[in-house]
């Protein structure tokens, strides 16, 4: 068998497979106003599943917290209206063959250039109130802000799978807020979500994932994308 032949068969996860090797990486469009995606959006990704990629991550979007975007632009993933959009998105690309996920943003104390003073209301969110330039910006998240940020990860992917997603991916890479954990000099905590090692620090990612499995069917794909 060639590379191209494998390149094109088919691929099993669990439950999940997908027609081929073929997969989309999220890329942010800022194409969905208001956060709500549109007929266009929908095209968009049908446009990629009709010629032949097997398995889209979509874009970023955001989980249900009012920091977890800084661009009005980029599509939610929680509210009424967002997610009809988003149903129509997985109903065009299973019409053209093809498998979809969407990215579960959170940004965290990041924001992208030229776009801050656009997003309303929202306050930076980070582990330590501290922003991707090593500025104190805000309070460090309470532990009520950390357990309402895993519930809404969790509920987007409950959503995900009722509106017929294939599975969901948590963005934890690129200084943003599951990687913001991660990192020591974003985490400053003295906390079970802190410390001197990767241990404590991880414990923000291992909950999301666990109330996220506790609430999806059991093989139902979660993808955990890590940047170094």
Request: proline share 5%.
């Amino acid at each position: 068998m060639s590379d191209l032949d494998i390149l094109l068969s088919p691929y099993r996860l669990n439950a999940l497979t997908v027609p081929n090797r073929v997969v989309m990486a999220p890329m942010t469009r800022s194409s969905s106003p208001g956060g709500i995606p549109t007929a266009e959006v929908a095209a968009y990704y049908r446009r990629r599943a009709a010629h032949g990629v097997g398995l889209i991550i979509t874009e970023g979007a955001g989980v249900r917290r009012a920091a977890a975007l800084d661009d009005p632009d980029v599509p939610h993933f929680h509210g009424e209206a967002a997610l009809a959009g988003w149903k129509k998105v997985v109903d065009e690309v299973h019409a053209a063959g093809g498998r979809i996920a969407p990215q579960l943003w959170h940004v965290g104390s990041k924001r992208s250039n030229g776009r801050t003073e656009r997003i309303l209301s929202a306050h930076y969110e980070s582990p330590s109130g501290i922003s991707v330039s090593g500025e104190h910006v805000t309070q460090p998240m309470s532990d009520s802000d950390i357990a309402d940020t895993i519930d809404a990860f969790a509920q987007a992917a409950a959503d995900a799978e009722r509106l017929g997603f294939d599975g969901v991916e948590l963005h934890g890479g690129h200084g943003y807020l599951i990687n913001q954990f991660f990192l020591e000099e974003f985490d400053q905590r003295n906390d079970q979500y802190g410390g001197s090692t990767l241990l404590g620090r991880s414990r923000f990612a291992v909950e999301v994932l666990n109330a996220i499995m506790s609430v999806v069917a059991p093989g139902f794909p979660v993808i955990l994308r890590l940047s170094q």
